[in-house]
């Protein structure tokens, strides 16, 4: 039977996307993206509109809720109908259980790309892993994956966390991948040590000189590239 919440969100949405829909735009988004999704054309601001405007009068989504309007929008084909999903999940995540993990791990290796993985790894694996310590050994699992978007996962989960940062994980995993030929993995190992220099650039720079032998030049290019700046 349809959640109440969900068919009434989706409902609404649906019809918001066709009326707002804008076939010139959808096809550069498209292309964006390698043609690999079909658009409605809505840049984000607007898609993020659109979603606002379905879910007023509907009250918080509960986590059984999220999982079935995850799913349902995954099955959808235009992207933006998985940017909505993704943009309310982050919103929700910190008052979700470690179980929503299971959910996130099939959007994250279901029409994967970088479009939504980064944003579930940095706002809805990152915020769970925080609040469920218990759910840091999947992490560890994951960056061994022969998945590389749940490796990538692994490695950006814990961005934005700061003074947060489990440093000795994040250096770990950029280590257990560091010689991988993947351009996505190279990059998150780029993109991850890069933004936890700006808590503690000396560590950042020790490593990359420690494993300068097996990090790509991208990933060493990519975690150095605003560290003179940062201090030593």
Known sequence: MPDPFVATFTGRLEVLFEERRDPSKAVGMAAYMRDRFPYFGLPAPAQRAAAREALEGLGQPTEADLVQLATTCWARPQREWQYAACDLLARRAKHCSPALLLTVEHLITTKSWWDTVDLLASKVV????????????????????????????????????????????LFAYCERRAGDTEFFVRKAIGWALREYAKTDPRAVRQFVADHDAVLSNLSKREALKNISSLGK
């Not at 925080?130 to 490796?151: Q, S, V």
């Open 126 to 169: 990152g915020t769970l892993v925080r609040n469920h310590r218990e759910l840091a050994p999947t992490m560890d699992a994951w960056i061994d994956a022969d998945d590389f978007w749940l490796a990538r996962t692994a490695i950006l989960h814990q961005l934005g966390s700061k003074s947060g940062t489990d440093a000795d994980r």
